[in-house]
């Protein structure tokens, strides 16, 4: 039986209407979902809610990306106005673009990427996006074309400028555009192929870890690491083999010397293609047609550039086989 003292010591609660009501707004399904999750990677990218090193950072690789491609149209632009023809004058070329674009592109990959992805990870904030309508992956691709989406600009925009840039100083437009109309399927090429490699990589890299340095490290670490094999395999292979004169197709510069290498289909050329900025320049002159020889046929970069990006997504894909991993 409940006694007078029973009752008084029992916890008593109270109920406060605190204004609280039901969402009555739009509710989107998973697409909405997924452009969410994607705007949400564009301002990761870009730095916006960060701190002012985030914003920085993509502005400072934007100038390292564009400025050159500026500085080569306001020179050309100079050489006209003097009545020089700036089409005698040896300029940047747009494969010596994508060379110089492919160092900056992968810093900025190592830098940036693994801020889209750590951090959720590290602080355990995926599982709330289990609550949206999102798929096992919609998460992870979202966030890989986020930043796809910027490697691709910062490859496009600087290659487009030089190209409309030697078109209108060209002495006759009009048979510069039909002479090299292809260069444009090669700048669209390179650049999805390019882009498709360095976010491959890095988003890999930071699906593997919680820590950001760490993702950056290791996409640098697996580049260099890639490409010393490369490099040894060469050297190893090539060792003691018979030199040969290279004919690179190119018309020959002031200053240029003469190359020698090991025999075209020589084992040691295939070792070579572990050596990803090598590789990455004979994609450019293979597919700018600016080379008559090549030690290996062109497709076997090809083949190794698609097998490096494609494992790299497999990585990311696999620690990514459900969305609250």
Partial sequence: MTTQHDRTIQPEGEVYDLGYTHYDGPRGGRGTAFMAMYAGGIRT???????????????????????PALFIVALSGVFRSLGADPEDIELFGLTDYLAWTFFILALFAAVVAPALLSPDRRYSVIALYAVRPLKSHDYLVARWLAFFTFILAFLLAPQTLLYLAFSVSASNPWDYQQENWPDI????????????????????????TTRRAFASAGAIGFVLLVTAVGGFGWAILSSGEEKVLVDTGKPAKLGDMPRFDVKDGHAAHYARLLIIPHTAQQLAEWTFDERDNFPVSPWYSVLTAGV??????????????????
């Fill in 45 to 67: 990218v870009v730095g916006l809610g960060r701190g002012p090193g985030a914003k920085v950072t993509p502005a400072v690789f934007a100038l390292l990306a564009l400025g």
């Fill in 185 to 208: 399927l090669a700048i669209l090429g390179m650049s999805f192929g390019i882009a498709v490699f360095w976010t491959g990589i890095a988003m890999a890299a930071a699906s593997l």
């Fill in 308 to 325: 490096i990006a494609g494992g790299a997504i497999s990585v990311t894909t696999w620690r990514y086989r459900k969305l609250g991993a």
